[in-house]
């Protein structure tokens, strides 16, 4: 696939998917937003990929909604009519990965500067890899809008002062990559030249695994995130029940008898 604003390429059983607007920090426009979700479809609907991967090019990761395209009244990025469609009625999702429909595991590989909408990225995927130039900020209220959805995920992922002063402090203060790692928004941080290299071992060793026990564990984690501990654990157990009737399930234990590495089919 032929995309303008992204990259998407397919290998080991990785999609990896890369913000192309450099020169514009990698900011979100109309044309984005379709080719992204292009892309996600693509990577849910592939055989082939077992995970997917997003990354920017340039010095920033992504830096949000482009401020140039946002309309002046009052509308949002979309391309049909206001509020004609039922996904205008949800939160606006703009380069979020539809994380709670899709199955396949997402890593995010943050390159550099992350805010706004960018922050999305980091607080919907599974696995977050930071550069050491990574930094991350909320400019919503230093350009007079409120910060909505992007806060609220902030807030589930860092502790609630934090997220807050996030918020608050707008585009004048930022959050390093080390602090961003103490805090745990991010899992790991690597040496800026090394992060995709990285990702990509971190993908593979996720790949090693079986693809559909990592989606139902990756499912019963964030369907469960807003049960009651009960009933999540009884959710899980659901996608325990469902995944045991595969092949896979079989070829688990059968190669560990064997001594010998799995052969996943996703079957």
């Not at 979100?28 to 991967?53: G, P």
């Not at 949000?64 to 469609?85: F, H, K, Q, R």
């Not at 919907?124 to 409120?146: C, K, L, Q």
């Not at 990756?218 to 899980?236: F, M, N, T, V, Y």
Request: glycine letters at 6%; one cysteine or more; proline letters at 5%.
């Amino acid at each position: 696939m032929e995309f303008e604003t992204i990259t998407y390429e397919v290998a080991d059983r990785v999609a990896t998917i890369t913000l192309n607007r450099p020169r514009q920090l990698n900011a979100i426009n109309k044309a984005m937003m379709r080719e992204l979700a292009v892309a996600y479809d693509a990577a849910e609907a592939d055989e082939d990929v077992w995970l997917v991967l997003i990354t920017g090019s340039g010095r920033a990761f992504c830096t949000g909604a482009d401020v140039t395209e946002i309309p002046t009244d009052g509308g949002n990025l979309a391309d049909t009519p206001y509020l004609s469609t039922y996904d205008q009625w949800e939160a606006p999702q703009e380069a979020t990965p539809p994380f709670r429909t899709m199955a396949k595991p997402i890593i995010a590989a943050v390159n550099g500067i992350c805010c706004g909408a960018g922050l999305d990225l980091v607080t919907t995927t599974d696995i977050v890899i930071a550069s050491e130039r990574a930094e991350f900020f909320d400019p919503h209220v230093s350009i007079g809008v409120v910060s909505g959805r992007e806060c609220v995920r902030l807030a589930r992922v860092l502790p609630r002062t934090v997220a807050l002063r996030i918020a608050l402090t707008g585009r004048h203060e930022r959050l390093g990559a080390r602090r961003a790692y103490d805090l745990g928004l991010v899992t790991e941080v690597v040496p800026h030249d090394d992060l995709l290299a990285r990702a990509r071992e971190v993908a593979a060793i996720v790949n090693r695994n079986a693809p559909l026990a990592v989606r139902g564990t990756r499912l019963a984690i964030h369907k469960s995130l807003d049960l009651p501990l009960h009933e999540g654990e009884l959710l899980a157990e659901s996608f325990r029940e469902r995944v045991k009737r595969t092949e896979d399930s079989l070829e688990g234990p059968r190669a560990f008898v064997e001594k010998r590495e799995p052969v996943w089919r996703a079957r």
